[in-house]
């Protein structure tokens, strides 16, 4: 990961760039486009965030935010989880 940076919220990472969450703890592909919030679209495999309206686990290939799972994240920890406090964004250019 010698290349990847942090994440500016409200800057997009490029498309096809692979966005890494506390190091190798979740990665997610970048679509470089930002939703009508404002946030930055990924391609995500991965239970968070919820199914909305629910606390239920979402169990399929999600088009989904980088806030959208840092949201996940903090109603996990809120509902009992156990995962670090903070999440560390990065992401590095395609070719891996």
């Given at each position: 990961m ?9 800057t997009?990472?490029p498309?096809?760039s ?13 679509l ?6 404002g946030?930055?679209?990924?391609m995500?495999?991965?239970h ?9 686990h ?9 806030e ?17 406090a ?11």
């Open positions: 010698g290349a990847a940076v942090p994440y500016v919220r409200g997009p990472p498309r096809g692979i966005v890494f969450m506390n190091g190798l703890a979740h990665v997610a592909l970048s470089g486009s930002k939703n009508a919030a946030d930055s679209e990924i995500s495999l991965w968070l965030p919820f199914v909305p309206g629910t606390k239920q979402n169990s399929a290939y999600q088009r989904t935010t980088i959208g799972v840092l949201g996940g994240v903090s109603d996990l920890i809120a509902a009992g989880g156990s995962l670090p903070t999440t560390i964004v990065k992401h590095a250019p395609n070719p891996w």
